[in-house]
Nanobody, 122 residues
Framework: QVQLVESGGGLVQPGDSLRLSCLAS??????AGWFRQAPGEEREFVAA????????NYADSVKGRFTISRDNAKNTVYLQMNSLKPEDTAVYYC?????????????????WGQGTQVTVSS
């Protein structure tokens, strides 16, 4: 069994930065991703990273602002979010992929964290 615990969310102003962390326990060696869900919206892909960390994918809306990384020795995946915008406001979920590739589709993920709230507001 795999457990994922996100942390690092909060309330920030536009233009600020946040770093989200996702600590995994159990069978952890796999690709990982971050998704988000805003109120009234469907869950959407944000970023993904392969098991090795060499390959990443990003949603167009966050390219150049967000960076996904991982430390396999610490079983932790990170999402560095810079230049935050009000439209980034959402609950952010960490997920573990069924494969070793940086997948962008939620159906490719079989374990999910509980989510952490990110609110960007002035």
């Amino acid at each position: 069994q795999v457990q994922l615990v996100e942390s690092g969310g909060g309330l920030v102003q536009p233009g600020d930065s946040l770093r989200l962390s996702c600590l995994a326990s159990g069978r952890t060696l796999s690709a990982a991703g971050w998704f988000r869900q805003a109120p009234g919206e469907e869950r959407e892909f944000v970023a993904a990273i392969s098991t090795s960390g060499r390959n990443t994918n990003y949603a167009d809306s966050v390219k150049g602002r967000f960076t996904i990384s991982r430390d396999n020795a610490k079983n932790t995946v990170y999402l560095q979010m810079n230049s935050l915008k009000p439209e980034d406001t959402a609950v952010y979920y960490c997920a573990r992929s069924r494969t070793m590739s940086a997948n962008t589709v939620s159906n490719d993920y079989n374990y999910w964290g509980q989510g952490t709230q990110v609110t960007v507001s002035s």
